[in-house]
């Protein structure tokens, strides 16, 4: 069904597709569309998997990483969900770049993720304060790296991240370790 989604708003622009569109491009039923997904938006956002992903990567992160790297961490073990998802991410973020309302959408799913983060990174017993720090300062190490994999992906995800960690380190003047 995403790759459908995504045929259907390359060619008609997101705003002149439907639903049933989508599901008649997939050869499934309207309803079976929406037993997936609660709108056509999450075709692009479904995002579930990568909360729980998460929250548990940080639960079980080593006790020895920092409060950053725990997050970096976490997200290098979700690779091959990333992976996976790859031959979607570059038409589905110029999908993004052209409808207002994904915009909008991508930047609170961004929002949620880091929120996520934070409250699991507090279960760690990391003061609330730091937690949610190293979860904004993670999504954008993050972000940095996906963007790079994504437009060079010769090269592991999980290397594009440490990359990303170890550029984060040097802007700050931090010797990477």
Known sequence: MQEAA?????????DGT??????????????????????????????????????AAIAEAPPELGPLEVVVWSFQS?????????????????VIARTPALQERQLAKSAAVTQTIA???????????IARLAAATGMA??????????QDPSSPLVEHLEKALRALQGLSGAAPQ
């Open 18 to 55: 439907t639903a049933a569109e989508i599901a008649a491009r997939a050869g499934v039923t309207e309803r079976t569309f929406f037993r997936y997904f609660p709108d056509k938006r999450e075709v692009l956002f479904n995002e579930a998997a990568l909360h729980a992903g998460l929250s």
């Open 119 to 129: 409250e699991a990174l507090q279960h760690r017993e990391i003061d609330p304060a």
């Open 141 to 150: 190490v993050t972000g940095h790296g996906l963007q790079t994999w994504v």
């Open 6 to 14: 995504l045929e259907l708003f390359l060619e008609k622009g997101y």
């Open 78 to 94: 979700l690779a091959p969900m990333f992976e996976e998802n790859l031959p979607f991410a570059e038409p589905g973020q110029a």
